[in-house]
């Protein structure tokens, strides 16, 4: 008798969506194409259409998990700062230093569609909303308006970064930080 089971799938969509987020990391989303991602996996073009629609599908599932890993980043960063903003600050900076290519994907792109920086930042965590209430616990009279005005500076540094331009140490990242902080609460 022949065994008549199915043949097991050899390309999950799981082996597809983690290999096009490897390549989207190391050399950009804008080099996630259908027949780059399959030399890479090893197959021809037709299991990727078979699982995605498009490859606009497959570029959506790549953004939420550039979101996801931006969120692990941030929660797993370690700084010693109390200061409201400037753990995020630092976490932001650094990730655009350590993951160029999820950076501009996640901030800079025109994947991110409607999502706003703050919804983006704010993650499921509520990261955003913690460290205003943290700036009102502290005295600051409107943390809403220092989160903005802290905001346009840490994501200016963090493009810097991506230019090559930025080339303060940690200490005087804090430094100013601690600066806008204080003069602006």
Known sequence: MVDEMARKELITKDKIAETAFAL???????????????????????????????????????????????????????????????????????????????????????????????????????????EINKAAEAGCKNPSDLFMKMWIFIHGCACMVLTRDYDLTEKETIDLLRDIYTNCS
């Open 24 to 130: 989207a990391r190391a050399e950009g989303i804008e080099n996630v194409t259908a027949r780059k991602l399959a030399a890479q996996i090893g197959c021809s073009t037709q299991p990727i259409f078979r699982v995605y629609e498009n490859m606009g599908e497959l570029y959506s599932e790549i953004y939420q998990k550039a979101v996801d890993a931006f969120g692990d980043y941030y929660e797993n960063y370690k700084s010693e700062v109390e200061t409201p903003f400037i753990h995020l600050g630092l976490a932001y900076i650094n990730y655009a230093k350590e993951e160029r290519k999820l950076f501009q994907l996640l901030f800079q792109s025109e994947y991110r569609r409607d999502r706003g920086l703050f919804e983006l930042l704010n993650g499921k965590s509520g990261v955003v909303s913690r």
